[in-house]
């Protein structure tokens, strides 16, 4: 079974330095323990403070949690606190937004239950002991979620603008709705101020719809700075080790991802992910693009130049055989780079091979078996050496965070022309925060929040992210 994974020190840890609770079936989600085969060893150990809260979340997870015979009732009478995630949007930023909820329940000691959507019990293993993340379906307020947007009168920031709710009111609403998806207003916003976390304490239940990595923002709130300093002393690890705690792929999905792996990346010297995701109106592919991913891969001998004028080189005494894994939903960034590297020789006899698991052309998140390739192919980039990754893409950065590397970001280009340079290294393996608030709370009046501590920065392509500092 493992004889190709020979990079693979198998005697490693398989709870991934205390990070994942012992116990489980191992059967019924082969990736929890099996992931380690496929990865390299990585510096990055959890906390003992994370390891800790995490074993404390699971009970609090097993008291509160779902499938209970007399759930509702135990509800009602328990002092348990809930914060429900509301399926939305594409794949890589549910990921990435749940991971922040997640935190937040966390921090809050809030209970995290999951509307699963249509997909996400086919696409992850139930990541606590004993007890499931999902919602249960017969809870009456399950039934409002698709209605919950940004003008919904009941939404905490709509509250607030007119005058609805206030810290002094003596009884609440029994749940309270936040938006905190991109197109949230100032009012919404306000969610990241502690002022307002004293008054959303009292909600039993928050249920929260958001496409985005909030991560950053909790760490300029003075409330969370202290609990946030011990769980993650290194502060670029925060979704590495969520990601790896929260998202192992279902059975399903593991096999796509393994026998992938085994037959096209396992045996090669090196993996080289290069994930494109083009934000342009039409579906490409262009020119501009297949120059730009040349003159990144090469500029920064992250892959060989090719010998055009020669038919043959003297192959060297020891080539290397490089595996390059390419993610798009077209297939012609991948044709061009294959045909390039099968047409002539590289300058250092080393081998490239070209490979891409699937261009489905389109998004489809609603498609199941689409979402699982799509996950397949974030893991796959996870496993690579060397990443290459798209700018604004929450997609590749859920494949840098489980992986532990620093992608080199190709440019977002502007009018169709590739940039110069192609792309640069990012400073840190956390997913960016693509729509922060721009406020201070303290002093009531428009702040830039990638200035204000050193582990908050801008991104190398679209607002703010954390960092090592
Ligand atoms: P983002 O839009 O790049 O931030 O990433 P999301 O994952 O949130 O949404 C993009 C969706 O498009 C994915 O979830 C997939 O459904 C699809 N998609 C985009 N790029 C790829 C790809 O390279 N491979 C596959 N299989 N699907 C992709």
Request: net charge neutral.
């Amino acid at each position: 079974e493992v004889d190709v994974l020979q990079h693979v020190d198998i005697a490693e840890d398989k709870l991934l330095g205390g990070l994942l609770a012992d116990g489980f079936d191992e059967q019924s989600c082969l990736s929890r323990y099996q992931s380690i085969l496929y990865r390299k060893a990585l510096p990055y150990k959890p906390s003992p403070y994370l390891v800790s809260k995490l074993r404390k979340y699971e009970d609090l997870h097993k008291r509160c949690g779902p499938n209970t015979p007399s759930y509702n009732k135990a509800v009602e009478k328990s002092n348990c606190k809930y914060v429900v995630w509301v399926w939305y949007s594409g794949l890589g930023n549910r990921i990435l937004a749940l991971a922040s909820v997640f935190l937040y329940a966390l921090l809050t000691e809030r209970v995290l239950l999951v509307d699963r959507g249509n997909d996400m019990a086919s696409l992850f293993c139930e990541p606590f002991p004993e007890r499931s993340w999902f919602l249960p379906m017969n809870l009456p307020i399950a039934k409002k979620f698709s209605s919950f947007d940004q003008k919904s009168a009941e939404s905490y920031g709509n509250l607030l603008k007119n005058y609805m709710i206030k810290a002094s009111m003596g009884s609440l609403p029994s749940y309270m709705y936040l938006h905190l998806a991109h197109d949230y207003d100032d009012h919404d916003k306000l969610f990241f101020c502690d002022d307002d976390q004293a008054l959303l304490k009292r909600f039993t239940w928050l249920v929260v719809k958001t496409d985005n990595y909030f991560v950053p923002s909790l760490f300029l709130m003075p409330s969370f700075e202290d609990e946030l300093k011990k769980l993650f002393p290194n502060k670029e690890t925060i979704f590495h080790h969520l990601g790896r705690y929260l998202f192992h792929p279902s059975n399903h999905v593991w096999g796509i991802i393994t026998r992938y792996y085994k037959a096209y990346l396992a045996r090669a010297d090196e993996r080289v992910g290069i994930q494109v995701r083009i934000f342009d109106k039409g579906p490409g592919p262009y020119q501009y693009v297949k120059d730009q991913i040349s003159a990144c891969t090469i500029g920064e001998k992250l892959l060989p130049e090719v010998d055009t004028r020669r038919l043959a080189v003297n192959p060297s005494k020891n080539p290397k055989v490089k595996a390059v894994l390419m993610t798009s939903l077209v297939y012609g960034y991948y044709e061009n780079m294959k045909n390039i590297y099968w047409e002539h020789p590289t300058v250092t006899g080393d081998i490239i091979g070209v490979h891409q698991p699937s261009h489905e052309e389109q998004q489809r998140s609603e498609k199941p078996l689409h979402n699982m390739k799509a996950l397949a192919e974030m893991y796959l980039l996870s496993l690579t050496d060397v990443l290459v990754t798209s700018a604004w893409s929450t997609f590749g950065y859920v494949a840098q965070g489980l992986g532990g590397l620093k992608p080199w970001i190709l440019y977002k280009s502007e009018n169709q022309t590739t940039p110069n340079p192609p792309c640069q290294r990012a400073m840190s393996m956390e997913p960016c925060f693509h729509a922060p608030p721009f406020y201070d709370c303290k002093a009531k009046e428009g702040i830039d929040t990638g200035k204000v501590v050193p582990h908050v920065r801008h991104c190398e392509d679209i607002m703010i992210r954390g960092w090592l500092a």
